[in-house]
């Protein structure tokens, strides 16, 4: 996805009448930070970047605990399963054919981390939606998957969800991870308004546009893309680079943490180009 960004209205330190302008920030929402118990999170996705996401959300969990904090309990939707294509980009070796990824990555981080997490077989999609509803409330969803009609599925999904306004796992952040051969990008939307607090320092802002909402008509026309798998790591890898997705699930993850560790973000998401190593962050 390609996207120019206007960053005229960026804050430059050394304009003294730029100083006097609050910054504008997300506040995480307080039932997060406060949690009594583990916080249910839905990692969508278990191949390139899922792979890696999975990995470094054991290492959130890890040092959230490691903080005083409940911790995170995650469920892994993936239905695909291992190739010889997946070897060597994605976080599978060669005892693992055949299996399901989403089986094979969760039962690897339970037994390294110790943690209790979940693997589902299927797909998060509006077909699984009606009978399974209870297993796919959480309050953080993420997604890496590689089609734009599979983001307004899961979009759909997570508006029913939200709209039944259960107490216990609200649905609130949706964090979504893309990308083509040498470039993607990270985008953070609310799926509710976060009630924010009074600041005198910052502009609080309650909501976050999701993907499909502030890229719905760009996610359209790159939907002619090629996404019929690889038969090896050399197809593969004409395909996506092979730090592309390693890069990204890092920095965002990035911004996962700060959600948990700041208490706040000044940033909704970035676009990264690995080819010229240039990143630009998207302002809340």
């Known amino acids: 996805m390609k996207q120019t960004l206007n960053t005229s209205n960026t804050l430059n330190p050394f304009n003294t009448s730029a100083q006097t302008h609050k910054e504008r920030v997300h506040f995480t929402d307080t039932a997060l930070l406060n949690a009594t118990n583990p916080i249910k999170v839905h990692l969508i996705g278990a191949g390139g970047t899922g792979s890696q996401v999975?990995?470094?959300?054991?290492?959130?969990?890890?040092?959230?605990?490691?903080?005083?904090?409940?911790?995170?309990?995650?469920?892994l939707w993936d239905?695909?399963?291992?190739?010889?294509?997946?070897?060597?980009?994605?976080?599978?070796?060669?005892?693992?054919?055949?299996?399901?990824?989403?089986?094979?990555?969760?039962?690897?981080?339970?037994?390294?981390f110790g943690t209790d997490w979940r693997a589902q077989t299927?797909?998060?999609s509006t077909e699984t939606f009606p009978s399974e509803e209870e297993i796919m409330r959480g309050s953080i969803y993420l997604s890496c998957v590689d089609s734009a009609k599979t983001?307004?599925?899961i979009g759909e999904?997570?508006?029913?969800?939200?709209?039944?306004?259960?107490?216990?796992?609200?649905?609130?952040?949706?964090?979504?991870?893309?990308?083509?051969t040498h470039s993607g990008q990270v985008i953070l939307g609310t799926l509710q308004a976060i009630e924010q607090p009074h600041s005198d320092t910052f502009i609080p802002i309650d909501t976050l546009p999701t993907v499909t909402q502030a890229f719905g008509e760009l996610l359209t026309q790159s939907e002619?893309?090629?996404?019929?798998?690889?038969?090896?790591?050399?197809?593969a890898l004409t395909k996506q680079d092979l730090f592309i997705n390693a890069t990204l699930s890092q920095m965002g993850s990035t911004l996962l943490w700060n959600l948990f560790r700041e208490g706040l973000t000044p940033y909704r998401?970035?676009?990264?180009?690995?080819?010229?190593?240039?990143t630009q962050p998207l302002a809340v």
């Open 79 to 112: 239905n695909d399963l291992v190739s010889p294509a997946n070897l060597g980009r994605q976080l599978f070796s060669a005892c693992e054919l055949g299996i399901y990824k989403s089986t094979a990555l969760i039962s690897r981080i339970n037994r390294f």
């Open 122 to 124: 299927q797909l998060f």
């Open 269 to 278: 998401g970035f676009f990264l180009n690995l080819k010229d190593f240039r």
């Open 151 to 153: 983001r307004f599925d």
């Open 224 to 235: 002619h893309n090629d996404n019929t798998p690889s038969c090896s790591l050399a197809e």
């Open 157 to 180: 999904v997570l508006t029913h969800l939200e709209r039944a306004h259960h107490y216990h796992n609200n649905p609130k952040y949706w964090l979504d991870f893309g990308n083509s």
């Open 54 to 75: 999975a990995t470094a959300l054991a290492r959130i969990n890890h040092a959230l605990v490691a903080l005083g904090h409940a911790g995170l309990s995650v469920t």
